[in-house]
């Protein structure tokens, strides 16, 4: 069964400041998607970024870009010149390509992020 | 604009009372799903639908039930059977892919507490 670990439950940047939130992941499938999720304090979860696990390059979303390791399994987070509207949780997800019942969202534990100004 | 309805916002249930909670979508998305949330342990699927007239369990069905008679709607009930209640329901609705590259949409979350 696949697994998501965010190792950090909570991590603080200064505004405009750089923060990186790390995410690892265990699976036997070479094809898959992982995805990042904002949880502001209204609760309601927003896409940030997904990666598909046949590409390469990295993802970029304006100042959101990932670092994202195959061979690793690893999928962080880098949030460039940070600013308050940031302070969220942050959730890892992974999805599998293959369908049935393991098309579902694998979420992990969370990080909370505190923007300092 | 589109998006995803959840109602109550917050719901309180009685010992042995059954509830329901309302998740509403106009994205027309084939796909949808429900969603617990505990602090600590991230979200966990309860369940699943992909198509009308069809569900399937996730990972902590037990004490929970669904119906899906229309593509807009997903009730979630849960059942006296579900010793534990309180926590934070998400619903999430995504187009039909056969490659699963569509991400999920989510509502703002129904909150349950025991009275």
């Known amino acids: 069964a696949q697994t998501v670990t965010q190792s950090q439950p909570e991590m603080s940047v200064q505004e405009a400041e750089t923060v990186t939130l790390s995410c690892t992941y265990d699976t036997s499938e070479s094809d898959y998607y992982l995805f990042w999720y904002k949880q502001p304090p209204s609760r309601q979860m927003i896409l940030v970024i997904r990666?598909?696990?046949?590409?390469?390059q990295n993802a970029t979303e304006n100042r959101f870009s990932v670092n994202f390791q195959k061979a690793a399994k690893s999928f962080s987070l880098k949030i460039s010149d940070s600013q308050l509207g940031d302070a969220a949780m942050y959730f890892c997800a992974y999805r599998s390509a293959r369908g049935g019942a393991t098309n579902k969202l694998i979420f992990g534990t969370g990080t909370l992020l505190a923007v300092q100004p | 604009d589109g998006g995803i309805t959840q109602s109550p916002k917050y719901l309180f249930r009685k010992e042995g009372q059954n509830v329901t909670l309302s998740c509403e979508q106009n994205?027309?998305?084939?796909?949808m799903y429900w969603y617990r949330q505990d602090p600590g342990q991230g979200l966990r699927l309860i369940y699943y639908?992909?198509?009308?007239?069809?569900?399937q369990k996730g990972d902590i069905a037990e004490g929970y039930s669904v119906s899906r008679e229309k593509k807009e709607s997903f009730p979630l009930t849960v059942t006296s059977a579900q010793k534990n209640p309180t926590a934070f329901y998400l619903c999430a609705s995504s187009p039909w892919d056969s490659t699963f590259n569509q991400p999920q949409h989510f509502g703002d979350g129904t909150r349950l507490s025991i009275l």
């Open positions: 994205l027309n998305h084939d796909a």
């Open positions: 990666q598909e696990a046949y590409k390469q």
């Open positions: 639908s992909q198509i009308v007239n069809d569900f």
